[in-house]
């Protein structure tokens, strides 16, 4: 048990699930293909969980089956689409919502289609259907670029203004773009998250910098078995990095 508690937790990364014809990001999964990957998630005795959730069973040993589900931005995408079908499975997940930009749309994004995000009320209602709300920043820049103040207003002031719309601790942090250095995972830490997501491995994995396995809507069956074998691959390899941070 000890060995497989300090394994990478195999945490998928999704953002937007929604019928579209143009998606040059591809962060774009059809609603019927999301079934369809939780669907396969369930046949194979695997159980989509919030990270608050997952972490909390690494801690007391009781993880196996467990997989990670996030969203990240917070696009209102995620209550028409997503979240009937995470109730009907049984399963939570964690959204990453850019609180400087509730209700607005993806305007970091320079092409491409605008995506609206959740509102307030949207955001309430997912919490209160069991999924954890956590933090993606501000306004969705890179934070290694940020100045000091402009770091803390996305790290800390995003948990504050999360934390009095759910009434709610705010324990989880998603860095925009993937992007972070050793300033950014400080800034996580001091400002009282209880992890940070990341995207791919880095010099700073562990608690705060957790990679996680991006999906698309490409993948089916065989491309999901496919990244869950190369993430058990990777995990082996770097299960002492984790030492006992979980």
Known sequence: MGAARHRLPLVLMYHSIAPCDEDPFLITVHPARFEQQMRWLRGR???????RELLEARRRGRS???????????????????????????FTATVFVIAGRLGGDNGWEAEGPRKTLLTTDEIRGIAAA????ASHGLRHV????ASVTALAEEVARSREILRAITGEEIGGFCYPYGDLNAR???AVRAAGYDYGCAVSLSEFLGQYALPRTYV???DASLRMAAK??????????HSGDLGGAF
Not at 69 to 79: E, P, Q
């Open 45 to 51: 005795g695997l159980r989509g969980t919030s990270m």
């Open 130 to 133: 069991g999924m954890e709300i």
């Open 184 to 186: 950014a995972v400080d």
């Open 64 to 90: 196996a089956g467990l997989v990670g589900l996030t969203f990240d931005d917070g696009y209102a995408d995620f209550a028409v689409h997503a979240l009937p079908v995470l109730t009907r499975y049984r």
């Open 216 to 218: 698309g809507d490409r």
């Open 142 to 145: 890179k934070l290694s670029a």
């Open 228 to 237: 869950r074998l190369r993430h058990h691959l990777i995990s082996q390899g």
